[in-house]
């Protein structure tokens, strides 16, 4: 099937105006350890937003002929695009939401190479490093912002989600825009989208001009989740770890909408961090949330929770069934008692230092085969530790369902194989088969194939 593509040269708005001859070979150098691929392969899902795919391997094959590459000239650069879905442009002028986030990929995926990555100052083995290095991406990206009151509210859920689910969190991001709150998700569609959509309706209604809609992503999640064009601020981070931490550091509350197995990571990765001792006494609002539908689905995560990680984590988030107005006014009660909290402890209201986050939820997690095979799935561990292995273990079935790199795996090794205690195995399997029944794990209209097996 061919696709229709438009060529293209754009022009970058604000501090990229100019690169240095060493920063452009370094974009365009196709050797291994290039960054030619990386660069190529974000900015083909950033410019492919609204598609219907979540298959980043099918994205990539899709447009094989795709090609980006800089021009110098004395006044500046210019993108030279060959091969664009279309659907990124009006009337043959790329859409502008779409071109600011060509240019933040641009900017991040520099950023991070030059001034993280290759940096010897930042310890990225340890854990006030990679803190620092987050710290240190958002702000080059300009989204941390000083002089603000907390009011980022982090909403996560699935990108496969039904129409009445897609509707219930557009009428949460109202109630939440109604209230002077801002929006931060992982900027792709599906409960990521809806509640953007929904605040900037109920910012318009309160005459709120500079309403932040600001969404993190990472190269391995980008392709299956193409940034809505209702982001206003695109940042690109590292890996789905350094991307998680920039979530709950820079948010001030966090909002679960139903989901698949990567909102069972996130859920996951915030409850093992509120269980560490040192956070015993930190405010951090967490409600889980949908339409009537979903009370079923959040029994089901509440018991699977339950049942592995116990009632203390229980205790850390409320489950508002149907009730958008409610869910934004305990936000609200919520996000007050974090700034009483931040201000008595000299704490910055744009970037959460005091949070104490395990170095076992920093380690980049790379899901090959050996590795989810010797995940550490039994509760004879602190209890944030098991929440931080079963994190993992959901985060290796989001690479194996739309991760170009899981999918490839998948296909020459075969499925992942989990094992652990079957105290534990069993709810998890009972748990990612009713995301599979509920088709949570891929967008409608293709067959679910699974990319793992439960070892019990």
Known sequence: MAYEVVDTQLSPEGRLDILSKAEVQRLLDTRNGGLYQ???????AVLNSGSSTDDGKELLERYQSFDINIIQRERGIKLDIKGAPASAFVDGKMIKGIHEHLFSVLRDILYIHD?????????LESSAGISDSVFSILRNANVLHPNLNPKLVVCWGGHSISREEYDYTKKV????????????TGCGPGAMKGPMKGATIGHAKQRIPNGRYLGISEPGIIAAEAPNPIVNDLVIMPDIEKRLEAFVRAGHGIVVFPGGAGTA???????GILLHPDNANLPFPLIFTGHAASAEYFRQIDQFIGVTLGPDAQKLYKIIV??????????QIGVAQVREFRKSKGDAYYFNWTLKIDHA???PFVPTHENMRNLSLHKKQENHLLAANLRRAFSGVV???????????IEKHGLFEISGDREIMEPMD????SFVAQNRMKLPGKAYVPCYRIIK
Not at 400 to 408: A, E, M, Q, T
Not at 430 to 433: D, N, S, V
């Open 38 to 44: 990386l660069f190529r392969n974000c900015a083909l």
């Open 115 to 123: 001034e993280i990555l290759s940096n010897p100052t930042f310890d």
């Open 173 to 184: 991001g109202y109630q939440i825009g109604l209230r002077d709150m801002d929006i931060c």
């Open 265 to 271: 990571e996130e859920i996951l990765y915030i409850l």
């Open 322 to 331: 149907d009730d958008p107005e409610r869910v934004a006014q305990e936000m």
């Open 361 to 363: 939820f920093q380690q």
């Open 399 to 409: 690479a194996g369902n739309v991760k170009d790199s899981g999918i490839r795996s």
């Open 430 to 433: 009972a748990l990612l088969a």
